[in-house]
């Protein structure tokens, strides 16, 4: 895909997502910032950029980025302020999580928006029982995030847990 189309942000994107989900990030942080050399307002790979740093253990840097990507979104997506909470728990900034999370429930609550992004925010600051009953509430409206709950970040501290691994197996994600 990526020999095809190497100048399109959408396959550089759909590539460093890719070489990030299959534990890549130095490669996937170069071609993100490839994107935004080509275009600083993507949103997308800015936030991508602070996921890549909080893979690399880069805390801060992570944090910063995210931001950036939540204000050229101008703080209208959902999914953009879930990405926030694990940043800053990682950094040891757990209080600060908790508010975006809240934050995040109030823009769902007043939006009617997808679900999955509150499910996001609480699995990031480690409150399983709360990312799992949104997991379920996702599943019942059929949420299109729901693909990506195997490879999400926010989720990985509950992969040994049973009960995410019954629900990624209802999804039929694993096998």
């Known amino acids: 895909m990526l020999e095809l189309d190497p100048l399109s942000p959408n396959t550089l994107n759909e590539a460093a ?33 602070g996921w890549t740093y909080v893979e690399l253990g880069r805390y801060e840097e992570a944090i ?31 209080d600060e999580a908790k508010d975006i999370v809240s934050e995040v429930v109030r823009f769902h609550e007043q939006r009617g928006t997808d679900p999955y992004p509150v499910a996001r925010a609480y699995a990031a600051i480690g409150d399983s029982s709360e990312a799992l009953e949104w997991l379920e509430k996702c599943y019942a409206v059929r949420s299109p995030g729901l693909r990506w709950v195997a490879d999400d970040l926010n989720f990985k501290g509950m992969i040994d847990d049973p009960r995410f691994q019954t ?9």
Do not use: C, H, W
Not at 32 to 48: E, H, I, L, T
């Open 17 to 49: 997502t890719v070489l990030l989900a299959s534990g890549q990030p130095e490669r996937a942080l170069e071609i993100y910032k490839k994107v935004v050399s080509m275009d600083p307002r993507n949103s997308f790979a800015v936030g991508n950029i």
């Open 167 to 175: 629900f990624v197996k209802k999804l039929g994600l694993l096998e």
């Open 64 to 94: 910063a980025e995210i931001k950036k990507s939540i204000e050229l979104e101008n703080r209208t997506s959902p999914n953009a302020l879930a990405d926030l909470p694990l940043a800053l728990t990682k950094a040891g900034r757990k």
